[in-house]
């Protein structure tokens, strides 16, 4: 084999060698991770974010080239995942549709939703519908893949090929199995939200800060994921960067929420931050109500808590058992039912869970029945109810 076209082979016209290869894939990869995280996810599904038509356009085209996805389709199937999240309707929950199908076969689960066309049209309202997404993204999709393949292959030669079905597994690896399978099955969680959702690291700098997914559905429309101050999202980062260039203009992020001292009664202020942050709300419960009565219980029982109540049960208790197998959810419900004192926090839990949930437009109403629902807190002989509702009513959204 003549010596040019062995080298043509083995490094294409770039000439890379193994490390050059390798700098190569962490950008490319790393670049289609931001096109879905920043442009198809914050900005397109959730409108937290709005890019340069240039900014937009590339990663529109990056995605189109490295994935073959389809923004609308994309957007509908996210936006339809939020709306049924943890149901049967859900298109990928491990919840329902198990954490092996999820993590190992999203792809496949991503093709099953495709396919549902009114699903698309309901939920991918507002995405891109130019001529170029009409002529050539929608129509095209594979055409961007088999282009990558090429310029790949004459750019590396055969390690281009490799690098090629590398990039090619990254989106369906990292999103579909990682941040859809285990961002619900494993990890931290910062709020209560009414789904299973999970912080994989608080350090979200490698699936371009998707790792932050349960902030994330507590806050869908917010442009930036990371909530706690020793949280970092990589993907903020780009837009304040964007945005310090004028490529990017920021629309939403979650609310801050401060806790003011000595409030007697629960005001508007209180109403509208606890409507902003009910997730919160029902954190707080978690640890400032549940947490110290559970271990109370403990030391009157004279036992360790774990033996009291395994740790899957006390989790259970903030959602009643919502997400416990059947044989589960009623040993929960008879071990509370033997405790008039957790029964007490459960109802109350209930009460206010209901409250924050209800549609009702009728704000006046709502303030009434939160006040009573403080009212009867700090009438109830239960001192971490008392303590909770005193800090209930101080809840007001930070004026930064």
Known sequence: MPDAL???LTGGIAGLGWWGMLAVLLVVTQLTIFAVTLYLHRSQAHRGVDFHPLIAHFFRFWVWLTT?????????????HHAKVETEDDPHSPVTKGIDRVFWRGVEL?????ALRGDIEQYGRGAPEDWIE???????????????FVVNAVLFGLPGIALWAIQMAWIPFWAAGVVNGLGHWWGYRNFESADTST??????????GEELHNNH???????????????????????????????????????????????AVPDADTLKALLSHRFQAMTDYQRNVFAPALKDEAIAAGAKLRKLLPRRLRKGLVNDGRWLKPACREQLQDWVQQRPRIQLLVDYRARLSALLEARSHDAAERLRQLQQWCQDAEASGSAVLQAYAARLKGYALSAA
């Open 6 to 8: 062995f080298d043509f």
């Open 68 to 80: 073959s996805m389809i923004t609308r389709e994309w957007v509908a199937i996210h936006r339809k």
């Open 110 to 114: 991503y093709r099953e939703a495709r």
């Open 134 to 148: 009409r002529h050539l993204y929608t129509p095209h999709a594979n055409l961007g893949p088999v282009l990558l």
């Open 199 to 208: 912080n994989l690291t608080p350090w979200a700098f490698w699936i371009g």
């Open 217 to 263: 559905h507590a806050f869908p429309s917010s442009a930036r994921f990371s909530m706690r101050r020793w949280e970092f999202d990589i993907g903020w980062q780009a837009i304040r960067l964007l945005q310090a260039l004028r490529l990017a203009k920021v629309l939403r992020v979650a609310p801050s929420m401060d806790i003011r001292p000595n409030i």
